[in-house]
């Protein structure tokens, strides 16, 4: 076991120069297009940032009380279509942000992780309410999550409980000038740090890796038990 | 195990006058025990085997009729694992609690406290079953579907018992010591 | 009360704003080549027959041009005017940040599509998923080829689209998009897509009969299926209108059975209208009928796996065949671009412009500026314009209006009303029009 896991790293980090996390060394190619975007970068950059702060569309994602706020800011008195955002997409695909309103329990983070792999780049999410920020008073629970960055990147962060519809409009425009001071090279060069989501198993609410290291330990406990051959010290660390 | 246990007749100097719920159970031959008020609500202890026979009359009978279930609950007691069954009329507009209490002494190590199903007969007591077992762990033999409700299907423990260790891991790991 | 009057005239001047913005785009691009560059070549090189064969060809191509130019600006438009008037009926205030006052907004969301992640899901069928979109925009651009003569009186420079079948052919292509909407949702490997799909195939078939009922109870009272010569029939006055019996009431005078006829005429024609409209929300899937894609049953339906620029060019031609129906009910229902006063005033002073244009010192001679003015503004086409463009749009914001106040329908529901109500009322307009013509 020990050799394997030592061999996979040394493999393909010589030749590229963007830093790609370990899981997914096998996933990512680079090819020539992230040159010319580079190259392309300072003359599009404008264009694109313009037209993507401005037309920010959610995706219906609520979960709990925050999504009732979620509802009003889209109604007359507040009214998110001023800032052309109140085109809630139903499907992930056509969505630029995640307004994660409310709780987020183990059982609902294999989906959140998945509705977030599922929006085409660029994405960004906003964790609305105590609740995505830490975990809020559902804080000491078995079962909720103690904030959506731990599943997936956090763009904004909007505290309350629930926060008032002006704070969501708040956080919006807070939004908009980060995506004004982006780049397009530099987002592409982040998108692998963006898509390092933690996987939860769907059967069991636990982190994909827990489970993994697990059955890598089991397995090892096994071999050591059938062969005889004592453990080895990197395996038990794991 | 609710088998073999009887409600306990030792303590007959604290023993309580059966309600009228109690008497009518009495009359149809269902051995029942009162136990102190809840909120001023008539409460019965009785035994895993008559709980089948008991709810039927009581939902059945027409001057009765407590033949809605409000609820089915979980308590883990230091001494018994409870089931706890809250009953309303209607018609009458009055209200009984039920519990059938298993003894952990009598529950072996790994195993589950056993306690008989409503829901082959009242429908109403399926989702909460599920929840209850989910949650507290109590078995409930005969339910058609007996499966975790609320956590995911693996989930390993059940959250409400006093035993319950929580789970530490990267979603949840700033209380290393529960507050519980 | 007077925030609302200022909310109205906002998003009048919007309107007004970009009608003017696009029709005037179009205007020049049709000028420019079915009549300047022309004329340009034909100076250049007077008397070789290629010079001659190559202006030909420029002005071949002008209502393709027209239509290139007009529906990607028309589709931004309105997109950007439902979501001013859905605010407005909502008594919100709609996109006004982008842009003077969010006039820039839709162009805002083009550009953002097109910078966006374009994903082809693990399992699709990567060929049809592609070409679905462009199947689904195809027919819109190909429909309304024919529809430009009517529009536009039958102009020269238009008037070679037409053809004697005309809303034969039209109503034939506008009901294609089907198949790229099946298309999309079966190659996107996603149950939701299928269904949504389904759903569509299925209340495209069954609203095409009503609908094309109603259009064929038209061209048997005009006795014709092209659009030039329906269009040109309704001319005069608005109860000249097939919407009104196409003059029907003129025989009332006409003796008590005279009469009657020609009021159940007239309350056929409305019925029939009515029939169009409802056919045609249904079949480009607006909201009372927009169960592919239901959004609190199925994901998004048909398009839920489709992201990026095919996304777009799907939201693209949903407008434009909005667009495409109205354009038909305009030309069919209300005179086309006839003006609905047909008063001597406004011919008259349409012809006196002509005849000032044509007065203008030197607009004899080719490419003299008095030339490119006379050339440029032609003073019976534009009225044909300004009134089909306001019939049209009116026609569309009563769409958007019905979106606004309806919810949407159960699929039984929606089945039980196309089979057991519209059609046996189509079928019966249409015989029952047929008799009361015989009457009049």
Redesign the interface.
Known sequence: MSETDAKIPSGASESVPVSIPEELKDTVTLTTLDKAIELLSSAVDP??N???S??VWPL?FGTSCCAIEMMCVG??AF?I????S??F???P??A?LIITAGTIT??M?PALVTLYEQL???KYVIAMGACTV??GMF??S?????GVD??IPVDVYLPGCPPRPEGILDALLKLQQKIRTESLAERRKRAYRQRAV?Y????????V??LVAEARMETAEALAEATGYALDHQVRKV | MSEGHEPEKAEAKDELKAGPFGQFLEEHGIPSRRLPDSCGVETIELDGKHLEAAMKRLRNSHEIALNFLVSVAGVDSPETYDSVYHLWSYSNLNELVVKVRVPKASVPEDRLPLVPSLAPFWPAANWHERETYDLVGIRYVGHPYLRRILNPWDWEGHPLRRDYKQLVDALNDKNQFSMR | MNSAVFEVSKFARLAVTWVCIIFGAVWLACWLVGVFIPALITQAAASSTAGQYWAEICRALVPLVAVAVFIPINAMFMVLAERRALALFTVRKGPNRVGPDGLLQTAADAVKLLFKEDITPRGADALMFTLAPIIFFAPSIIAVIPLLAAVSGNHPLFGIANIPTGIFYVLAVSSIPVVGIVMGSWASNNKYSLVGGLRSAAQAISYEIPLVLAIVTVCLMAGTLDVVQIADMQKGPFWNWFLFGNGALAHVKDGPVAAVAAILLLLCCLLLFLIYITGACAEVNRIPFDLPEAESELVSGYNTEYSGIKFAIFFLAEFTNLFVVCTIAAVMFLGGGHSPFGSHVETGFINWLGAQLQSLPGSAQVLSPAWLVNSLVDPSTLSQAIWIILKVYTLVVFAILVRATLPRFRIDQLMDFGWKRLIPLALILLVAVTFLRELL
């Open positions: 264009v694109a313009w037209a993507r401005n037309s219906t109604m007359s009214d279509s001023r800032f052309g109140e085109v997409r139903a499907t695909r056509q630029d183990r059982k983070a085409p780049e660029p830490t975990g804080n000491d078995y079962s909720v999550v103690q731990r599943l933690r939860v198993d769907y059967d069991t609410g636990r982190p890796e827990d």
